[in-house]
């Protein structure tokens, strides 16, 4: 049974940072293309960053430059250092896994990260 459980949430003020951390069990997060999502009230959820099997990342635009993701493979974790947070960055955010050759991808429950001015 593939789990993804997100931590690191939380209130934080304009300008500072905090560090998610996505622990899977279930999957290999080495083999899986990983990633975060955000979905803020009233929106549809969004791509925010992914790392693949071979470690490239993709960042969206509006975070570029302010949140980096990575990996711990020996401890089976994914991470989204958020740094320079705006209030616009507040939303659920959501781990997600899709590992090569399946045909399914998994959710996280998600974190809530609320940012203020």
């Known amino acids: 049974q593939v789990q993804l459980v997100e931590s690191g949430g939380g209130l934080v003020q304009a300008g500072g940072s905090l560090r998610l951390s996505c622990a899977a069990s279930g999957i290999i997060v080495s083999i899986a293309t990983m990633g975060w999502y955000r979905q803020a009230p009233g929106k549809q959820r969004e791509l925010v960053a992914t790392?693949?099997?071979?470690?490239?990342?993709n960042t969206a635009g509006s975070v570029k430059g302010r949140f980096a993701i990575s990996r711990d493979n020996a401890k089976n974790t994914v991470y989204l250092q958020m740094n320079s947070l705006k209030p616009e960055d507040t939303a659920v955010y959501y781990c997600?896994?899709?590992?090569?050759?399946?045909?399914?991808?998994?959710w996280g429950q998600g974190t809530q990260v609320t940012v203020s001015s």
């Open positions: 790392i693949t099997l071979g470690g490239i990342t």
């Open positions: 997600n896994a899709a590992p090569a050759g399946a045909r399914n991808a998994y």
